[in-house]
């Protein structure tokens, strides 16, 4: 398997994401192949769609303040991050944990890096459906069956650092369920599924970086993943809820706090 990053002129305001990514392949001298899987930061497709947002602009209510003051947090991110969350667990001293599109995510997602100071970055809008769009427009107007991965970087709980997560697919199928196979030994496997998306996301995240890369955009060739003709994915194919994940329930629901 190949990773290709994408370098990608800086940009502030709105614009054409299929267009940006076309020209900047191009750019770099590169080119789209039928299989190709298309990686493109969440952030990247964030700013094309005008989420970014003034932080000097928000106001923050009494709720916000009030949890602001409880986690030492400035209170108009709070402001943004109880609009954006789809639940907020409880927080720390700077962040919130909350989910977000069924992803368990610090402050919604919500980020400040790679913008100009006092502005703020949101989840895209609709990921899924821009991951068809780009899908789609490969194939119009480049004659190229692709698929689509919308990926940000996430913390992965005791670890150290970030990794790359799927916050939306299309073209192909995002997890390889393995369960009914054996392994080397015969064994029945009883409950593994392969995130092959996120694995995905993840290779494509070496390439593409967290700082002053510049390279929002990755092409993925040979990962011999199973395309698909699917019209929609959306978040409960890559994540199941809350209430069902080993993590959430297993520090929700302790029965020995004081084992070491």
Known sequence: MRVIGVKVK????????????????????????????????????????????????????????????????????????????????????????????????????????????????????????????????FLLYEGRRVGIVITDSRLMPTRIGTSGVAVAVSGFEPVNDRRGSRDLFGNVMRVTLHAVADCIASAANLVMGETDESTPVAIVRGSNVKMSHREQYDWSDLAIGYEQCIYVRGLAHGEYPNIY
């Open 10 to 137: 800086p940009r502030h305001d709105r614009f054409d994401l299929f267009r940006v990514i076309v020209d900047s392949i191009r750019e770099c001298n590169e080119h789209v192949e039928d299989d190709d899987i298309i990686v493109v930061s969440s952030k990247f497709v964030a700013m094309s769609q005008g989420r970014v947002i003034d932080m000097s602009g928000v106001i923050p209510g009494r709720d916000a303040i009030a949890v602001a003051l409880r986690h030492s947090m400035d209170r108009r991110m709070v402001e943004l991050v109880l609009r954006e969350a789809d639940h907020v667990f409880s927080g720390v001293p700077g962040f919130l944990l909350t989910v977000k599109d069924g992803i368990l995510a610090p402050n919604a997602g919500i980020d400040r890096s790679n913008v100009m100071h006092g502005l703020s970055i949101l989840y895209p809008v609709d990921a899924f459906r821009v991951a068809d769009m780009l899908r789609d427009k």
